[in-house]
């Protein structure tokens, strides 16, 4: 998969596929699957009486492989075999769902034959390459703290990956399953940098940077030179800090004369999305955190650690859709495929990097609210073990590790000694694993502030919000309607419809044809994101809303906004008051 990399390393031209004029000649007018003889790797080429457009038969959304659409009569469209998304390869658009990802087009040099030539980044890590040297016992050492936070002993340096450690994640959807160690907050006011891969509050936790804000506001903190800049809300949380750096992709960033780190981007959500790698006296450490296809799927082979996400259940979808098809037998049946489809993908990914030590990290969470029941009981994730005992099957020379909180990896150890434990160093019996208890009445109460504020008194809020987010011309209409924790309607809370076609809101639904979803949120949670122009992932990763659809189909570019391209600057709501 391809995607814009101009600030990363400079693009090379590669030639990925060859047909002399007689295989030209030999395709068929519409689609055709043609091999590469040499590496197998399978392309589409589209041939119509206007020439030819030529990708791979790779999808965008999560890398699966297209096939022959039974459903399509004009030849145009394939239909990918993860998830059914429909691609048409004369357009080179996705058509369902519609208005999603342009399909990353292969160039073409063509006389009597044809040359498909692909540009791709080289490899960044093998800029400036270094030996490996000998590791002291305890030189190296890896702490797991809990979710995706690993402190990193490096030398007399250390680092700590995306520390989530108190409060809630996505609003109040989200809790954390482990409890980390006493000296958690110690360990990272200490720290001597820390990498936050992206926004997302599970990793870039507003609650845990407020009290290090208050200890250590100079932390240094490091994060990927991503469109949708990871700390846009920094300023409006009332949070200072002081040492926030932005580095670009593909970039050596020499901490000391052993040690340095590299931030590289997702290949699905670039955007946002980013992984590290981090190397120490030639030994290299990988963590493709929660990144989709991470780097475009080039990553470096052999290190010896790799870390990356494992449990899934981190989307609305299916546990928050009601109607049609959303039964409970085939929302069981949807998240069982689909957490199989993710446990194989990683155990593959693994088997093709082979690093010498995985570790499965960044899924430990909970729906820990009482109100969240039915979500904590219908979203069932995979469990670690089960991922590594696939990874042993499949690949049994490469060790895996599953740690408790408090957990250490001591590399250097790891690496001279064969055996399956060594340098695996357990948490303390005493020492507690999973949390019992999350202070929820602090953070909801919080959320509830919302509710009251002056400018909700006023309807025209409504359309005062909806234009600052900037959505239209999208035939689309959406039911708002604001719930109690039961998802029921409240007295006193709105219910209105907003025609996206031409930012209209209409005290009916519009006779002409449309798209329609109806979305029910929780008005606590609905208020303050609206306050403060936050993006909608508290809502739909948060688990805060139910959601109906007719017809019944994902609407990209509408998601796409709200979830990821709202204004970096929130809704001035003291304007708003003073035009009343």
């Keep these: 998969m391809d995607y814009d990399l101009e600030m990363m390393a400079a693009q ?25 003889p040499e590496d197998r790797k399978c392309f589409i080429i589209y041939k119509d009486q206007d020439g030819v457009r030529a990708c791979r038969n790779q999808c965008k959304h999560q890398g699966g492989l297209f096939m022959k659409d039974i459903e399509d009569l004009h030849e145009r469209t394939v239909r990918c075999t993860k998830h059914n998304w429909k691609l048409d390869v004369k357009a080179m658009q996705y058509v369902n769902p519609p ?15 044809l040359e498909l030539v692909e540009l791709n980044p080289p490899d960044p890590w093998l800029t400036d390459p270094r030996g490996a040297q000998e590791l002291e016992a305890g030189e190296v050492t890896i702490t797991y703290l809990t979710h995706a936070c690993m402190q990193l002993k490096l030398g007399q340096r250390t680092m700590l990956f995306d520390p989530w450690l108190t409060g809630p994640a996505f609003a109040r959807g989200w809790w954390l399953l482990h409890q980390p ?22 990793h870039l936790s507003y609650p845990t940077l407020k009290t290090v804000s208050k200890k250590r506001p100079d932390l240094p903190i490091y994060v ?59 030994h290299m450490i990988l963590n493709t955190v929660d990144c989709t296809r991470p780097n475009g799927g080039r990553l470096p082979t052999g290190v010896d650690v790799m870390m990356s996400d494992f449990a899934g259940g981190a989307s609305g979808f299916p546990m928050t859709f009601t109607g049609g098809k959303y039964t409970e037998i085939w929302k069981a049946e949807f998240i069982r495929n689909e957490r199989k489809k993710l446990l194989n993908y990683k155990a593959q990914l693994v088997k093709s990097l082979q690093p010498k030590i995985y570790c499965p990290f960044a899924g430990y969470f909970v729906e820990a609210h009482p109100s969240d029941l039915y979500i904590k009981t219908t ?56 949390k019992d208890s999350w202070d929820f009445s602090l ?31 999208y035939n689309l209409v959406i039911r708002v309607i604001e ?19 031409d930012l209209s809101f209409p005290p009916r639904r519009p006779d002409r044809a449309h798209a329609y979803l109806e979305i029910k949120n929780r008005i606590g949670v609905m208020r303050h994101v609206v306050k403060h122009g936050l993006l909608w992932d508290n809502l739909y990763i948060g688990f805060q809303n139910r959601i ?6 994902y609407h990209h570019r509408f998601w796409n906004h709200f979830q990821i391209e709202l204004p970096t600057t929130g809704p001035d709501w003291d304007l708003f008051l003073q035009k009343l």
């Design 99 to 113: 208005d999603s990802f342009m399909q990353d087009e292969l160039e073409r040099t063509e006389q009597f034959c």
């Design 443 to 473: 953070y909801l109460d919080e959320l509830s502030l919302a509710i009251d504020a002056e400018f909700f008194q006023h309807k025209s809020w409504i359309p005062f919000y909806y234009n600052w987010a900037g959505f239209k011309n």
């Design 12 to 36: 090379a031209a590669k030639t990925v596929l060859t047909l002399d004029a007689e295989a030209v000649r030999a395709l068929k007018v519409g689609i055709n699957f043609v091999k590469n």
């Design 548 to 553: 109906s659809r007719d017809p019944d189909v």
């Design 181 to 202: 160690p006493e000296d958690s907050f110690e360990r990272l006011c200490k720290a001597d940098l820390v990498y936050i891969s992206h926004m997302h509050s599970d």
């Design 224 to 282: 990927g030179d991503t469109s949708r800049p990871v700390f846009w809300y920094l300023e409006k949380s009332g949070i200072t800090l002081t040492n926030i750096n932005v580095v670009p992709f593909g970039v050596w960033q020499n901490i000391d004369e052993h040690l340095r780190f590299m931030i590289l981007m997702d290949g699905v959500h670039p955007e946002m999305d980013t992984c590290v790698v981090v190397e120490y006296k030639g």
């Design 379 to 434: 979203n069932t994730k995979n469990n670690p073990d089960d991922l590594n005992a696939l990874i042993k099957k499949n690949s049994p020379g490469i060790t895996t590790w599953t740690p408790k909180p408090g957990s250490v990896l001591d590399l250097g150890v790891a690496l001279k000694d064969p055996s399956r434990k060594a340098g695996q160093i357990e948490s303390p019996n005493s020492a507690k694993t999973y």
């Design 483 to 501: 719930t109690n924790d039961d998802f029921e309607p409240v007295f006193g809370g709105y219910d209105y419809l907003v025609d996206f076609l």
